[in-house]
């Protein structure tokens, strides 16, 4: 058990220049090796394994962790349960808290506190969002 130890090094994911882990250029990594998002195209997840290496780009201001394609497992389906709490998170981000609309975007909630239309008057595409129902419609 003691050489099993001796041979696990304690990599700390937030310090990503602790040179512990080999760094490949853009499009060296070896076969086997993928980050999340490539991991995410084939249908699969990282399972909680650790990065095995890191892949940088830009001359190192852009990278990625690598994880192992052997160890990664399945995606979770999306359950009904899932689909309806993202749903409910997107329309907090897509909904005027003013005129009631639900837009396709998101909207600068944090910085206008509404949509364009009921902050400066900017007109919205009608295509762009979906009409609140009528409060008497809801009452009923």
């Known amino acids: 058990m003691a050489e099993q130890d001796q041979d696990l090094v304690d990599v700390d994911p937030h310090?990503?220049?602790?040179g512990s882990l080999p760094?490949?250029?853009?499009?060296?990594?070896?076969?086997?090796?993928?980050?999340?998002?490539?991991?995410?195209?084939?249908?699969l997840r990282p399972d909680g394994q650790e990065p095995?290496?890191?892949?940088?780009?830009?001359?190192?201001?852009?990278?990625a962790w690598l994880y192992r394609i052997d160890l990664a497992k399945p995606k979770l389906p999306m359950t009904l349960a899932k689909e309806a709490a993202l749903d409910k998170a997107m329309?907090?981000?897509?909904?005027?808290?003013?005129?009631?609309?639900?837009?396709?975007?998101?909207?600068?909630?944090?910085?206008?506190?509404?949509?364009?239309?009921?902050?400066?008057?900017?007109?919205?595409?009608?295509?762009?969002?979906?009409?609140?129902p009528a409060k008497h419609l809801l009452a009923a």
């Not at 310090?15 to 602790?18: I, K, L, R, S």
């Not at 095995?52 to 990278?63: H, I, N, P, Q």
């Not at 897509?94 to 509404?114: A, D, I, V």
Request: glycine share 12%; aromatic share 8%.
């Open 15 to 18: 310090d990503p220049g602790d």
């Open 52 to 63: 095995v290496a890191r892949l940088e780009c830009r001359g190192g201001k852009r990278w």
């Open 91 to 132: 329309a907090a981000r897509q909904t005027c808290g003013t005129c009631g609309r639900r837009y396709f975007h998101c909207l600068p909630l944090k910085t206008l506190g509404s949509c364009l239309e009921c902050y400066d008057g900017t007109p919205a595409a009608p295509a762009s969002y979906i009409t609140p």
């Open 23 to 43: 760094v490949f250029r853009w499009r060296q990594a070896g076969a086997g090796l993928a980050t999340r998002r490539q991991l995410r195209e084939m249908g």
